[in-house]
Every structure is written in C-alpha cells, then in structure tokens.
C-alpha cells in the first residue's frame, strides 16, 4: 500500500488530480471476538473485504490496515466522492446479515475520509484520515467524516 500511495503522490505532482484515502474500522469488533471467538472474527474479515471489495472500482486499492482497520485508496477521487463511497459501503454493512455457527448479527463501521493536499507527506495523509476515524468513533459510530 505504500509504494501505491506513493504511486499517487507522484501522479498528483504530474497530473494534479485529486486522490482520497478511506480508514475503516469495525465497531465493537472486540465483541465479537470475545462472544463468538477470534475464528468468527476471522471470517467477519473476510467477509468485509468482499464486500468492499465489490463495492469499488478496479483501480481503487483496499488493504487490511490492522486489526480491524482497513485502507482504501481511491485514485481520481476528490473528498466528496470518497465520502459517498464511504456512505455507500457503511449502509452495505449495516445491512449485512452476519452468521456464524448458526448465530446471526449485525455489524457496523465507523469511517474516516482525507484527500491528499499538495506537500502532504504519506504519514500526513493518514494522519488525517486516522483523525476523522476517530471523530466518527466520538460521534456515535457508524459514521463518516
């Protein structure tokens, strides 16, 4: 994931078109290892990933960031965009139905958006985006900001 951010910031300096960075996280993921053990929080990973993973373009890069965070990339992608995207894949979890060793739930995320700024390093862009996730957490969960 770095070298493509870094991809990015190079084509921004060419081209200066816009890119965006999205960091999710799971809310109360924690839980869910804790009730239904760490095997199901696998497969609650994994079954995210698809779903975002559907729901973006070809171009667009998604990574397990940690945990439960995950980072999207999103070339040709300026803050308002990225925040649909977001909008769009937070009402997707939400309406997922989980299932587990015949067990049902309901997850859901919380999102945070930053658009590289001319000067950004990598580790700013993050940054930023790191803060919104948290403002999110602070807001309630199951946001975007």
Not at 13 to 31: A, H
Not at 92 to 106: A, D, G, I, M
Request: glycine share 6%.
């Amino acid at each position: 994931m770095m070298a493509r951010l870094q991809d990015e910031v190079e084509r921004y300096e060419r081209t200066g078109k816009p890119f965006s960075l999205i960091l999710t996280d799971i809310d109360y993921f924690k839980t869910i290892n804790d009730n239904y053990g760490h095997d199901c929080g696998d497969e609650v990973l994994q079954v995210l990933s698809k779903l975002m993973k559907s729901q973006i373009r070809a171009m667009d890069v998604l990574c397990r960031w940690g945990g439960e965070e995950f980072l999207l990339l999103l070339p040709e992608t300026d803050i308002e965009k990225a925040r649909m995207l977001a909008q769009c894949v937070r009402k997707s979890v939400l309406e997922e139905h989980f299932t587990y060793e015949n067990k049902q739930f309901r997850l859901t995320m919380t999102f945070g958006v930053s658009t590289y700024e001319k000067g950004m390093s990598i580790k700013e862009l993050i940054k930023v985006a790191d803060l919104a996730l948290y403002r999110g957490k602070e807001l309630g969960r199951n946001q975007v900001v």
